[in-house]
């Protein structure tokens, strides 16, 4: 289909609303809230006040899918407007933060699942805990990427329960405890509400219990995997963004 080059873009001519929806899979009406938010940087208006978008528009709603699909919509839309107004190299680390923080989440995972088979497995039970198997609120804290005050708070809910030594009763997490820590911590981050979190790890002396928590884990690893494939397709697109 052939049109007016209204706005006299260099090089051809420009894209109406639909085209740009056509080629991107959003709707029109998507394609101009999505400009409304930032997503898309404002475009060229013609003498008679249409829209004239390029192909730069386009790669931005295919850069904007696929980090959508990554990290949600609402971060997806501050992260593009921010990097269309940073420097090659900052742009560039903000999305690298993306790519290590899915790349942390899924060793989380993985070792939540771990945790879990070691509990299935009764290991670390009885007299095979070392020493240095236990941890501080501190350690333990900074090993799950979370703050001090949420394992108290867990605590408080029953979630996990650290041995306490010395006079001043500091927290003190044996192995068990952070396997349990673990677990909870995965459970969380998969958008599991605490009374959810407590039932779950009321249930692991079960064997339905256990293998109920392994399947959640596993989702949870299943939905990082499509993250991260959604980010890498973006790829291209990303680049282009940050090199605009």
């Not at 405890?177 to 599991?192: N, P």
């Not at 990082?224 to 940050?242: K, M």
């Amino acid at each position: 289909m052939t049109f007016k080059c209204w706005c006299g873009v260099a090089g051809g001519k420009p894209l109406r609303t639909v085209d740009v929806a056509r080629e991107s899979g959003y709707s029109v009406q998507q394609v101009r809230d999505l400009e409304r938010l930032g997503v898309l940087p404002p475009a060229a208006r013609s003498a008679n006040g249409y829209r004239c978008y390029t192909p730069a528009h386009v790669r931005a709603l295919r850069a904007y899918r696929g980090l959508a699909g990554a990290v949600g919509p609402v971060e997806a839309r501050q992260l593009l407007a921010r990097v269309r107004t940073q420097t090659l190299a900052e742009a560039a680390a903000a999305i690298s933060e993306v790519h290590v923080r899915l790349a942390r989440e899924r060793d989380e995972a993985l070792r939540a699942r771990e945790a879990l088979r070691a509990i299935q497995a009764g290991a670390g039970a009885g007299g095979s805990e070392r020493e240095g198997d236990a941890m501080t609120i501190t350690e333990l804290a900074g090993a799950l990427g979370v703050r001090p005050s949420t394992l108290r708070f867990w605590e408080q809910e029953g979630l996990i329960a650290p041995e306490r030594v010395t006079s001043l009763r500091a927290r003190r997490y044996g192995l068990a405890a952070v396997r349990a820590a673990r677990v909870v911590a995965a459970l969380r981050s998969s958008g599991y509400g605490i009374p959810a979190v407590r039932e779950i790890m009321g249930s692991l002396d079960r064997l339905d219990g256990l293998e109920e928590t392994g399947r959640v884990l596993g989702r949870r690893l299943d939905r990082i995997a499509a993250r991260t494939v959604a980010l890498l397709r973006a790829g291209a697109d990303l680049a282009a963004v940050c090199g605009s």
